[in-house]
């Protein structure tokens, strides 16, 4: 039986959104990533070893192109000649925006954090939308600076972190033989002499209350009803991240301990962080056993899901402050320097900062459990001293 070809048409490639590879038979495939990025890509067996060939990406490789090229690659395999080897330079190369998507499709799966898979797809569809229609060899540093310039001073975490997802792209295309010489978005050396030092920027804090205007706040606080209000109450006797508090999970807190254990996946460090739990962070997980409707402690709106950032930032601006929750950290940080005696390390790993000092690290085995839960426990009798 003759193998059947043409199975695609000019509609169906445009329309198809399975993600996953669609033959159209002589060895053509159309591609197709989660994110409906569309390549055209010929496999083929040469001398006993499978191999694979990028066409070009669908938007700008029409289906009458790629069979075109296909049947050359064919007739290159009748003549006993690899295609790899002889590829024309008339095939197009990927869009940096086609590889990108690729690349991140990729990568993601070793992600742990969807926020970050969002900011990836975010800056590298938003900022970097002017290199997109550029052929993955062809972006320049001009071109690069083109899209850094008009967010370096005014948004410099942004432009920085687009700067290394852009140089990651380029790096990843050399890697596949899709460009040559230098990295165009490289800092050191490169950029770095374009570009004004980050160190001359400016790099906003996470705005904190003052120390003595804790307790009045969490007085506020605890008078003001709903899930939103005893997560954010939660987060700030705890003085942990914002996300490791929203997305903490029934099965992680020990009761009969008073402990609460976050999962290394979840943590900035990726290592797993013991949290001892205060009377007053107690009375708030039996209150919010009473409504339990999910797995998440302070569930959200929609089934099997967490409550989300944005609901703290509402109650905060409910309450007439425009502090940020994280910086809550921060004061607690500053009321154990100033108004405790406990030695850094244990304000530290209270806050589940890693040991800078490798040696000193080398050496720590323990947590200073206890050493901590003396310290959280102070911290919320001073939080809920309305008399402070």
């Not at 001398?47 to 700008?60: C, I, S, T, V």
């Not at 991240?241 to 009761?255: Q, V």
């Not at 254990?261 to 001892?276: D, L, Q, S």
Request: net charge positive; glycine share 6%.
């Amino acid at each position: 039986m003759a193998v059947q070809t043409k199975r695609l048409s000019a509609r169906s490639v445009e329309t198809i959104k399975k993600p996953g590879r669609h033959a159209d038979g002589g060895n053509l495939y159309l591609s197709v990533t989660a994110s409906g990025a569309r390549s055209w890509v010929f496999f083929y067996v040469f001398k006993g070893k499978q191999r694979e060939m990028g066409l070009g990406p669908a938007w700008d490789v029409s289906l009458a192109k790629a069979r075109d090229l296909a049947a050359q690659h064919r007739q290159s395999l009748r003549d006993g000649i690899d295609p790899l080897r002889t590829k024309q330079t008339s095939v197009i190369k990927p869009t940096f925006g086609a590889f990108a998507d690729q690349l991140v499709e990729t990568m993601e799966a070793a992600w742990r954090n969807e926020k970050h898979r969002a900011q990836w797809r975010m800056t590298l569809t938003t900022y970097a939308a002017p290199l997109r229609e550029l052929p993955i060899d062809r972006v320049t540093t001009e071109d690069v600076l083109g899209v850094l310039k008009p967010i370096w001073s005014t948004k410099p975490e942004t432009a920085s972190r687009l700067r290394g997802r852009i140089e990651t792209v380029l790096n990843a295309a050399k890697a596949k033989g899709l460009r040559a010489g230098d990295n165009p978005a490289a800092w050191t050396g490169h950029l770095k002499n374009l570009l004004p030092a980050r160190t001359r920027l400016s790099r906003g804090h996470h705005a904190a209350l003052a120390i003595d205007a804790v307790p009045p706040f969490v007085a506020k606080l605890r008078a003001t009803d709903g899930v939103s209000a005893r997560a954010l109450e939660f987060t700030i006797l705890t003085a942990v991240r914002t996300g490791e508090a929203l997305g903490a999970k029934w099965h992680e807190i020990d009761f009969g301990r008073a402990l609460w254990t976050i999962p290394a996946g979840r943590m900035k460090a990726a290592v797993e962080h013991r949290v001892p739990l205060c009377n007053r962070a107690i009375e708030i997980l039996a209150a919010m056993r009473k409504i339990r409707s999910s797995d998440y402690i302070f569930a959200g709106a929609k089934p099997g899901s967490s409550l989300s950032n944005m609901a703290l930032a509402m109650t905060l601006r409910r309450l007439g402050t425009d502090v940020t929750t994280h910086g809550f950290r921060s004061t607690f940080r500053d009321w154990a320097s100033e108004r405790t005696t406990f030695p850094p390390d244990v304000c530290e790993m209270a806050l589940a900062h890693t040991i800078a000092n490798k040696v000193e690290a080398a050496y720590r085995r323990g947590d200073l459990f206890e050493k901590r839960r003396e310290l959280m426990e102070a911290w919320s009798l001073f939080s809920c001293d309305s008399s402070v």
